[in-house]
């Protein structure tokens, strides 16, 4: 990882600094809005869920859709605005900046904002008591691995995109399917066995059960499988938004 990729980050970063507060605020009010009306409305029907209330069953797992939000947004309307729009990309590959520099940069900065407004809901539910162990510590790093792969994901999607209306089939179509059978509202082990099977081919269903089992201090074996596949996954994929970005920038 070279210099540049740094120097790419710390544009993003300098751009946040003036902006974090519309930034914030958006990413923190929606799953605010799902944890009281699913939490606090829903909740008070549901007796247990796994042997937890349904306010906690729910509020850990949207730590991780928050930062898988923050994350898909950033990688796709955000990075979409700075190459089609703004131009960004070309003024940056006049310097010694390679694409890859650039993706690399784009990607650890949306992987940053996924730590930074996963952490605002991880605040929250911790406020409200949801949180009963400080292994939940550990959802700090791993925010990072998680905000990453989403944001390789969205990013080769936005490497390819002609218009940002686009996006609407990406975030209907791709991030809104994963968001709802990840496990976050209900326990997967209520659908058919098919079903649960295919859930595996969810990514954000690994990134829940990791951040629900933390939070919850249970620790089993089994979770390095889901932190496992997200990194082998985040490994094998990160070239394809470097490879479709020169094929786009370099003609």
Not at 83 to 98: C, G, I, N, S, W
Not at 129 to 150: E, N, R, T
């Amino acid at each position: 990882m070279t210099i540049n990729v740094w120097r790419v980050f710390r544009r993003h970063l300098n751009v946040l600094k003036k902006t974090w507060l519309n930034n914030l605020m958006f990413n923190f009010i929606e799953p605010f809005l799902y944890l009281l009306a699913m939490g606090f409305g829903l909740g008070n029907l549901v007796q247990e869920v796994d042997g937890i209330s349904y306010l906690q069953f729910i509020g850990l797992g949207m730590i991780a859709s928050s930062a898988m939000w923050a994350a898909t947004f950033e990688a796709t309307y955000g990075s979409f605005v700075r190459l089609h729009y703004q131009k960004t990309y070309h003024a940056m590959l006049a310097t010694p900046a390679t694409v890859a520099d650039i993706v690399l940069g784009d990607l650890l900065f949306a992987a940053l904002k996924s730590l930074i407004f996963g952490t605002v809901i991880l605040f929250v539910v911790t406020a409200i008591g949801l949180v009963h162990s400080v292994w939940a510590l550990l959802i700090f790093p791993f925010m990072l691995i998680h905000g990453f792969f989403f944001a390789t994901v969205a990013l080769t999607f936005t490497s390819w995109c002609k218009h940002i209306d686009y996006f609407n089939y990406y975030i209907t179509l791709f991030s809104t399917p994963l968001f709802l059978f990840s496990g976050i509202f209900f326990p997967l082990n209520t659908l058919p066995a098919w079903a649960q099977w295919l859930a595996w081919l969810n990514p954000l269903f690994h990134s829940v059960e990791v951040v629900r089992s933390l939070g919850l201090g249970r620790l089993e074996p089994f979770l390095l499988v889901h932190v496992i596949i997200l990194i082998a996954l985040s490994i094998l994929l990160a070239w394809l938004p470097i490879r479709m970005m020169e094929k786009r920038l370099i003609q």
